[in-house]
């Protein structure tokens, strides 16, 4: 997981796991571009 967080961090995004009794939720956010878009 750590490996995980680190290359969602190196891209510039997120990496979030949030756990309790009986589930695991793992979250990553990652912004893409749009290749040729005027921004």
């Known amino acids: ?3 995980m967080r680190a ?3 190196k891209l ?3 990496f ?3 756990s ?3 589930r ?3 979250t990553a956010t990652l912004r893409l ?3 040729g878009a005027n921004a």
């Open 1 to 3: 997981m750590r490996s």
């Open 24 to 26: 695991t939720e793992v």
């Open 7 to 9: 290359r969602m961090h």
């Open 16 to 18: 979030e796991v949030t």
């Open 20 to 22: 309790a009794p009986g």
């Open 33 to 35: 571009g749009m290749q």
């Open 12 to 14: 510039g995004g997120t």
